[in-house]
C-alpha cells in the first residue's frame, strides 16, 4: 500500500487536503445523528426530534456545498495528481452521498412526523426500527473505514449489502399482508413504505461511500456487479409470479 | 533497487481509436560515466513511435543525459562514456559504422533556449537540408522550408520576412523556428530538452499544441521540469531519480496511481 502520510512540501496544501478530509468526517458524523434520530422519532413517536431532524438538515447542506467549494478551490490551485487528486475527488464524492443520506433522513422523520397523528402500528414501527439501526450500523461502519483509511472496514459494508435488501422485502410484505388485512391501516402503512425505501437507499450511499473509500486508497474502482440475488431493486414480492 | 518493470502494452497514439504504433527507440540497461562519477544507472526504456514520452525527475536524475544518449550528444563532452544498448528501429546507434551527423539529422534535437544560428529566418531553417544534400534545386529548397515552417506553425508569421534575422523573433517564435530547423531535415525522433522553460503560458500552449500535432509523424522524446506539461502532453512517463528509472508508465495512470512511493511523494510534491 502507498504511504501518503510524508508532508507536502508547501505545507499549506497538506493542511488544506486535511481541512477538506476532516470536513467530510464532520459531515458523516452529523449524518449518522440525522439517521439515528429519524429513526428515534418514528419508534418514539417524538414530533419535537422529528422537527429538529428537519430542521438539521440545512446544515448538512451547508457543509456539502463548503467541502464542494474548497475541493475545487484546491483542484484550482494546486492542480492535486495521484493520491491527493483521489483523496479530493472522494472528498467530493462522499459529501454529495452525506447530503442525499441527510435528505432521506429528513423525508423518514417527516413520514413520522404524519404517522404520529395515526394509530399507531407497533410491530411495523418495530421492523422500521430494526431495519433502520442496521442501515445506521452501516453507514457508522463505512465512516469509521473513511477516517481511519481501514479498506478491509469498506470492503465488509461493500459486500453486504443484501442484508438491508431482505429487510426491504421482508417489511415490503409484511406491510402488504397489513394492508390487505385492514385498509384502514392503508394511509401508515404507505409512510412506512416510504420510509423503508428512504432507509434501503440510505443502505445504497453506504456502498457508494465503500466505493469511494476503496478508490481513494487503492486507485481501482470495485468491480460494480456486486453479490446479490437481482439485478433490479424491485422487491422480490412485487415480481409477477412466474 | 529492483528494475522498473517495462510496460509492454501499446502506446495510445492519438485518440482512443488511433493505432498503436511499434517501437522506435528501444533502450537496454544504459549507463553514463562523466570520468569517474555514475550520471545513468542501467536505463532501459521503449519509446513508441508517433507518441510522446515525457522524462520527469529532479534536478540531476539524469533525464537530460538520457535524452542526450539518443542522438550520441554525448560524445561531443571529453570523459563521457556510455553503456548498454540504445537502438533506433533496432539499429545499434552506437556502433561504428554510424555516422553521428547522419544520426542527428534522424534524430533531431531542440534545447531549452532556443538557439537560431545568427542568420536569416530561411537560412535557418535551409541549413539542414543544404547541408544533408536533401534537395537539388533552389525551389525544392524553398518548398521545404515553407513546409518546415508551414509544420511549425509559424509560416504566417514569418512568410513576409524571410530574410530578417532568426534572433530577431520573439522567445515563442524562436523555438518553433528551432523545431522547424530540427523537420526540415525529415527526422524520426524529436528529442525537446525543457523546450518551454523559458516561454510564456501562451508559448508554450503553441509549443503543446505543435508537440500534440508533430506526434502524428515522429517519436517524441521531451524531458520536463513542469509535471502538468508531462501530462498533458504525452502519452508515456518515465520517472528518473538518481540516474535510474523509478517507474515507466501510461501518463494517465501514473498521474493518478502511481505504483511506486518514489513517484507518488516526487508527483504530489512530497519530501521523500
Known amino acids: 500500500m502507498m504511504d501518503s502520510t510524508n508532508q507536502h512540501t508547501v505545507r499549506a496544501y497538506g493542511d488544506e487536503l486535511n481541512q477538506i478530509t476532516a470536513d467530510v468526517a464532520r459531515m458523516g458524523g452529523l449524518a449518522e445523528a440525522q439517521i439515528a434520530d429519524a429513526i428515534e422519532s418514528v419508534s418514539r413517536r417524538d414530533a419535537e426530534l422529528a422537527q429538529q431532524v428537519i430542521a438539521r438538515d440545512a446544515r448538512l447542506d451547508e457543509l456539502q456545498r463548503e467541502i464542494e467549494r474548497k475541493a475545487i478551490r484546491l483542484i484550482a490551485l494546486r492542480q492535486p495528481v495521484a493520491t491527493d487528486l483521489r483523496r479530493t475527488v472522494a472528498a467530493m464524492k462522499i459529501a454529495t452521498d452525506l447530503e442525499r443520506t441527510g435528505d432521506l433522513a429528513r423525508s423518514v422523520a417527516k413520514r413520522g412526523l404524519s404517522l404520529s397523528d395515526l394509530e399507531p402500528l407497533a410491530p411495523l414501527t418495530r421492523s ?3 431495519m433502520g439501526k442496521l442501515v ?3 453507514m457508522k461502519a463505512v465512516l469509521d473505514a473513511y477516517v481511519t483509511s481501514e479498506i478491509a472496514g469498506a470492503l465488509d459494508v461493500w459486500s453486504h449489502d443484501d442484508d438491508v435488501d431482505e429487510h426491504y422485502n421482508a417489511l415490503f410484505r409484511e406491510l402488504l399482508t397489513y394492508m390487505m388485512a385492514d385498509p384502514r391501516t392503508i394511509t401508515s402503512c404507505a409512510h412506512l ?3 423503508a425505501k428512504n432507509l434501503e437507499r440510505i443502505g445504497d450511499h453506504a456502498t457508494n461511500i465503500a466505493e469511494m473509500i476503496h478508490y481513494e486508497i487503492t486507485g481501482d474502482e470495485l468491480d460494480t456487479a456486486r453479490p446479490r440475488q437481482g439485478a433490479d431493486d424491485t422487491p422480490v414480492s412485487e415480481k409477477e409470479p412466474s | 533497487m529492483d528494475a522498473p518493470v517495462i510496460d509492454t502494452r501499446p502506446i495510445v497514439a492519438a485518440g482512443p481509436k488511433a493505432p498503436a504504433h511499434g517501437i522506435k527507440v528501444r533502450t537496454r540497461d544504459v549507463s553514463v560515466f562523466y570520468g569517474d562519477k555514475q550520471a545513468l544507472s542501467d536505463v532501459s526504456l521503449d519509446m513508441a513511435d508517433r507518441a510522446v514520452t515525457a522524462l520527469i525527475g529532479p534536478s540531476g536524475c539524469g533525464k537530460s543525459t538520457f535524452l542526450r544518449c539518443l542522438n550520441r550528444m554525448n560524445d561531443t563532452i571529453q570523459g563521457a562514456r ?3 544498448v540504445i537502438e533506433l528501429d533496432g539499429e545499434d546507434v552506437n556502433a561504428r559504422a554510424v555516422d553521428p ?3 542527428r539529422a534522424r534524430v533531431g ?5 532556443p538557439n537560431p544560428f545568427p542568420k536569416s529566418i530561411f537560412e535557418n531553417v ?11 534545386s533552389k525551389s525544392e529548397l524553398q518548398d521545404v522550408v515553407e513546409q518546415a515552417l508551414r509544420r511549425a506553425g509559424l509560416w504566417d508569421e514569418v512568410a513576409d520576412r524571410l530574410d530578417q534575422s532568426g534572433s530577431s523573433l520573439s522567445g515563442g517564435q524562436q523555438q518553433r523556428l528551432v523545431i522547424a530547423r530540427a523537420i526540415a531535415v525529415d527526422p524520426e525522433v524529436i528529442l525537446m530538452d525543457e523546450p518551454c522553460s523559458a516561454l510564456d503560458p501562451i508559448a508554450t500552449a503553441r509549443i503543446e499544441e505543435l508537440i500534440d500535432e508533430l506526434r502524428q509523424q515522429y517519436c517524441i522524446v521531451i524531458v520536463t521540469h513542469s509535471m502538468a506539461q508531462a501530462a498533458r502532453v504525452s502519452q508515456q512517463t518515465a520517472f528518473f531519480h538518481m540516474g535510474q528509472i523509478v517507474e515507466i508508465g501510461r501518463t494517465d495512470e501514473l498521474f493518478t496511481n502511481p505504483k511506486e512511493q518514489r513517484t507518488l511523494d516526487y508527483i504530489t510534491g512530497r519530501f521523500g
Open chain 1, 128 to 130: 422500521i426500527e430494526r
Open chain 1, 136 to 138: 445506521a450500523k452501516r
Open chain 1, 193 to 195: 413504505l416510504f420510509m
Open chain 2, 82 to 84: 556510455v553503456e548498454g
Open chain 2, 101 to 103: 551527423v547522419a544520426l
Open chain 2, 109 to 113: 534535437m531542440v534545447f531549452q533556449r
Open chain 2, 126 to 136: 535551409a541549413y539542414g537540408p543544404r547541408i544533408h544534400g536533401l534537395t537539388t
